[in-house]
């Protein structure tokens, strides 16, 4: 059974920092890019930030770089979103997902194979 584990949600205060966990089972890690979507109230789901487990490649939206990095532990099939300096408009459900497409062309739902349940990010002003 293909499962993404996602944790790591909370409430945190404007500035601050919280790490999201994807962990993964069920299907060949090493194939896939593993990374993260969000969906802020009344806005559509958008790609955040994935890593390809095969090549180490990365990809970021603007709003992630510099703030964001994503990193992956093969030992542990776990996926990790280190989010720094965390804004109130970072607030949003984060979905950790998976797929085999390159990572430069991540942030398409169509695109994804797999999808975990998503982890409520809230950041106060």
């Known amino acids: 059974e293909v499962q993404l584990q996602a944790s790591g949600g909370g409430l945190v205060q404007a500035g601050g920092s919280l790490r999201l966990s994807c962990a993964a089972s069920?299907?060949?890690?090493?194939?896939?890019?593993i990374g993260w979507f969000r969906q802020a109230p009344g806005k559509e789901r958008e790609g955040v930030s994935c890593?390809?487990?095969?090549?180490?490649?990365?990809y970021y939206a603007d709003s992630a770089k510099g703030r964001f990095t994503i990193s992956s532990v093969h030992a542990k099939n776990t996926v990790y979103l280190q989010m720094n300096s965390l804004k109130p408009e970072d607030t949003a459900v984060y979905y950790c997902?998976?797929?085999?497409?390159?990572?430069?062309?991540?942030?398409?739902?169509?695109?994804?194979?797999?999808w975990g349940k998503g982890t409520l990010v809230t950041v106060s002003s």
């Open positions: 890593i390809s487990n095969s090549d180490g490649m990365t």
């Open positions: 997902a998976a797929s085999t497409i390159p990572t430069m062309f991540w942030g398409r739902d169509a695109d994804m194979d797999y």
């Open positions: 069920g299907f060949a890690f090493d194939d896939y890019a």
